[in-house]
Nanobody, 121 residues
Framework: QVQLVESGGGLVQAGGSLRLSCAAS????????MGWYRQAPGKQRELVAT???????NYADSVKGRFTISRDNAKNTMYLQMNSLKPEDTAVYYC???????????????WGQGTLVTVSS
């Protein structure tokens, strides 16, 4: 019905930048909150940042001032601009979204497949 597809991951040196994208597709009526999470090897998945439909944002302390989350509601797409990357930012980054499927009530919490970000020292 609906899916999220991340892109933009890759290998970057410490201090560098990457921009992740998360595109939603399918029978979408609307999208409520969206967010980025990450999971490093051997660790639990953790919140990176969230953004509401109105554009209010929230960040993990570890990325404040370095990462910026944004969304383009017309394109059903969310972004994560990551600057001043550190080796400890290395992880698989997942996006999620609370999607109201066309013709239904309530919403589905949908996850993307993840994109790997590797920061070398």
């Amino acid at each position: 019905q609906v899916q999220l597809v991340e892109s933009g991951g890759g290998l970057v040196q410490a201090g560098g930048s990457l921009r992740l994208s998360c595109a939603a597709s399918g029978s979408i009526f609307s999208i409520n909150a969206m967010g980025w999470y990450r999971q490093a090897p051997g660790k639990q998945r953790e919140l990176v940042a969230t953004v509401t439909a109105a554009g209010s944002t929230n960040y993990a302390d570890s990325v404040k001032g370095r990462f910026t989350i944004s969304r383009d509601n017309a394109k059903n797409t969310m972004y994560l601009q990551m600057n001043s990357l550190k080796p400890e930012d290395t992880a698989v980054y997942y996006c999620n979204a609370d999607i109201v499927v066309a013709g239904t009530f309530g919403y589905l919490r949908v996850w993307g497949q993840g994109t790997l970000v590797t920061v070398s020292s």
